[in-house]
């Protein structure tokens, strides 16, 4: 019996699981990674570790689970988006990665989209600093001795890709995180690239994530001791490859996560942007499918950094609200603590409290904490509907979805219902091993990427709708005031 490897290469650490034909885990691994921060604002990683973390994942699995190794037909890649592998003509890292959360390259952005008027419109996204695109021109400005000798410039996960099969490939969905990608076309865009000074040459090869990619080298069958062809499948960007683990694949679907920054995420039939209100708008990672994403830099890390400032534990303050919960309270919180990008596109946004008392203690600006994500989540559902877009079902993820009353905030906000799974992991390196499976055995990708269990669901609380309403009315006006002060 055939099993599947998922390889999710994320910024703190690597991830393997291993699932057989039915999609059931058969064992898992990780194997940490660390981040280099050389400069205020400056995000990095050295390759090389990536690699030292998946041959370390992988290892431990071959030990730990032999017979599920050894069967394995096939290989799916996840990893973090955005960050800049740049390669010289003979395949040697010229500097370390700029990482997806690096934010040098703020002047950049607009010099690119001077340079290419139509940047919106083909890449259906707004220049960030967090896509790779901005990056190369900041290298070409600030290092042009290592701009000259680039040759290839790739993902995170793609640079692990050429090392397990010697190929330069990408795939749609981690391809329209560059901002070279023509979205709707799924295909690199020459107009863009020319506006960062580079050509096709210098990008990877494309395929959708759900096909096959390349074949596992012979010296790394044999380390892990797999027999014959081994594919490896295109893949997906973190969250397009967790919403194949999730089940968000077809139209309407979507996924809520609350990890260390929030996502609102939902698959859509067809291209849909909405540059003026920060949206993502990406290929997903199944032919055919886009996606949509409002993204939040903040969201359980504006509770843990609480936490840390009240010297309590997250979820010591998240059960204290709950005991004493009964609608909005008088404090605000923006959870700005690492600039916005949806619906604000502003890298140097901050938090702020508003409406604090004699009265406010850590309960109530825990309280705060929890309602202003809430905030940030409505903020994303309304600039997807502004782009056309309705979701249809919802699932949450993330540690943050422990907390049953925070997803009552949310999806009171929301005016809809919110699923939550059964216990597991359904996380990039799930949803990768399922696009492993998918590009081994040609299985129709819908059929594979279906719904987990679901073990509740979370109803809006109908009597606190109209107070919400009026709360988030209050929190959406504090942000341009705020901006304005500052400036």
């Known amino acids: 019996m055939s099993a599947y490897l998922g390889l999710d290469i994320g ?4 991830k393997a699981v291993v699932i057989d034909g ?39 699995l071959a030990k730990d689970r032999p017979e599920a190794i050894a069967a394995v037909a096939g290989i799916g890649l996840s990893g973090q988006m955005h960050g800049a592998t740049l390669l ?38 707004i220049a960030m600093p967090g896509f790779t695109a901005p990056k190369l021109l ?57 506006a960062t000074g580079l050509e096709r040459s210098h990008m990877p090869g494309l395929v959708e994530g759900s096909a096959v990619s390349g074949t596992l080298k012979d010296d790394l069958k044999s380390r892990w001791g797999m027999t014959g062809d081994v594919v490896i499948a295109g893949g997906g960007g973190d969250n397009a490859a967790s919403a194949c683990g999730i089940g968000a694949v077809s139209p309407g ?35 055919d499918t886009w996606h949509q994403m409002g993204v939040f830099l903040s969201a359980t890390d504006s509770l843990n950094w609480l936490a840390k400032l009240v010297g309590q534990e997250a979820a010591t303050l998240t059960t204290a609200v709950a005991g004493e919960y009964a609608g909005p309270g008088e404090e605000i919180f923006l959870p700005y603590l690492s600039g916005e990008r949806t619906p604000h596109n502003n890298a140097h946004a901050r938090g702020s409290f508003v409406g604090l008392s004699h009265l406010s203690d850590a309960r109530t600006m825990a309280q705060a904490v929890m309602e ?10 309304r600039v997807l509907s502004d782009a056309g877009t309705t979701i249809e079902t919802l699932i949450a993820v993330g540690g943050g979805s422990r907390s049953e009353l925070w997803l009552e905030m949310i999806a009171t906000n929301l005016k809809m219902e919110i699923a939550v799974p059964e216990a597991g992991d359904f996380g990039g390196a799930f949803g990768a091993a399922r696009l492993g499976l998918i590009a081994a055995t040609g299985a129709d990708p819908k059929a594979v990427c279906e719904n987990p269990k679901i073990a509740k669901t979370i109803s809006p609380r109908a009597e606190l709708i109209s107070a919400y309403d009026e709360q988030y009315r209050r929190f959406s006006a504090l942000y341009p005031g705020i901006e304005e002060a500052r400036k």
């Open 138 to 194: 900041w290298v070409k400005k600030h290092e042009p001795e290592h701009f000259a000798r680039t040759a290839k410039v790739l993902l995170p996960k793609d640079y692990v890709r050429f090392l397990l099969t010697g190929g330069f490939v990408s795939e749609m969905s981690d391809a329209a995180g560059t901002l070279w990608l023509d979205v709707q076309k799924r295909d690199w865009s020459d107009d863009l690239l020319r």
């Open 11 to 14: 910024t703190s650490g690597v």
């Open 372 to 381: 202003g994500v809430a905030f940030a989540v409505r903020d994303c559902q």
């Open 253 to 287: 679907e979507g996924f809520v996560s609350l990890g260390t920054s929030g996502v609102l995420f939902v698959s859509n039939e067809k291209f849909r942007p909405n540059t003026e209100g920060a949206v993502h708008a990406f290929c997903h990672a199944i032919p």
């Open 22 to 60: 039915a999609g059931m885990v058969l064992g898992e691994a990780t194997a940490p990674l660390s981040v280099s921060r050389p400069k205020p604002g400056w995000s990095e990683q050295n390759p090389a570790d990536w690699w030292d973390a998946v041959l370390k994942a992988v290892d431990t």
């Open 88 to 125: 010289d003509a003979e395949n040697q890292v010229i500097r370390p990665a700029i990482l997806w959360n690096d934010v040098r390259s703020d002047v950049e952005c607009a010099e690119l989209e001077a340079a290419e008027p139509r940047s919106r419109e083909i890449s259906g996204n």
